[in-house]
T-cell receptor
């Protein structure tokens, strides 16, 4: 079936460095993607989203890139901080506003 | 941003007990609410979708008689785990889509951790 998946289960970066979290999706008909951050014991927190008519969108310290040709999504975090440590999920918005989540990537920021 | 709350945040109960979890949208009216279950170190799995005033739509493999969902108002949905067993222990998370918000973006509650002894 259709799925959204991640390449790396754990990413360890040095504080101040930039982080890149990748996600592959398989449903070529998907037109809306969202990145969520989930801290331990908490619900997912919306970070940034992008529609399929765009290939890049920037927020505060975060950038999402969408490559529809290879069905790849990435989240870039600039100047990573200890507070960025969490599990990051990409999600694909299917018909009827249903979300399909990727497996998650744990980001660990070393001081 | 949109605020979604859940109550309780953590519940421990004996096997056979029924547990009700509430999900509220605090600053917007939620036309659709979703219930997810998340096991440790795993991703979120959609259990059901509920629209205000109508029956919930359950995902394949989710027992509707065991996980009762009620969406009686535009700000409240409840999930009742009936006759809970230890295998029902999980992190239950709700999300909502609102009338005055982006019709695509789901805003998540903080989650409810259920432990069944």
């Amino acid at each position: 079936g259709e799925s959204v998946g991640l390449h790396l289960p754990t990413l360890s970066v040095q504080e101040g460095d930039n982080s890149i979290i990748n996600c592959a999706y398989s449903n070529s008909a998907s037109d809306y993607f969202i990145w969520y951050k989930q801290e331990s014991g908490k619900g997912p927190q919306f970070i940034i989203d992008i529609r399929s008519n765009m290939d890049k969108r920037q927020g505060q310290r975060v950038t999402v890139l969408l490559n529809k040709t290879v069905k790849h999504l990435s989240l870039q975090i600039a100047a990573t901080q200890p507070g960025d440590s969490a599990v990051y999920f990409c999600a694909e918005n299917n018909a009827g506003n249903m979300l399909t989540f990727g497996g998650g990537t744990r980001l660990m920021v070393k001081p | 941003g949109a605020v979604v709350s859940q109550h309780p945040s953590w519940v421990i109960c004996k096997s056979g007990t029924s547990v009700k979890i509430e999900c509220r949208s605090l600053d917007f009216q939620a036309t659709t609410m979703f219930w997810y279950r998340q096991f440790p170190k795993q991703s979120l799995m959609l259990m059901a979708t509920s629209n205000e005033g109508s029956k919930a739509t359950y995902e394949q493999g989710v027992e509707k008689d065991k996980f009762l969902i009620n969406h009686a108002s535009l700000t409240l949905s409840t999930l009742t785990v009936t006759s809970a067993h230890p295998e029902d222990s999980s992190f239950y998370i709700c999300s909502a889509i609102g009338l005055a918000r982006s019709t695509d973006t789901q805003y998540f509650g903080p989650g409810t951790r259920l432990t069944v002894l």
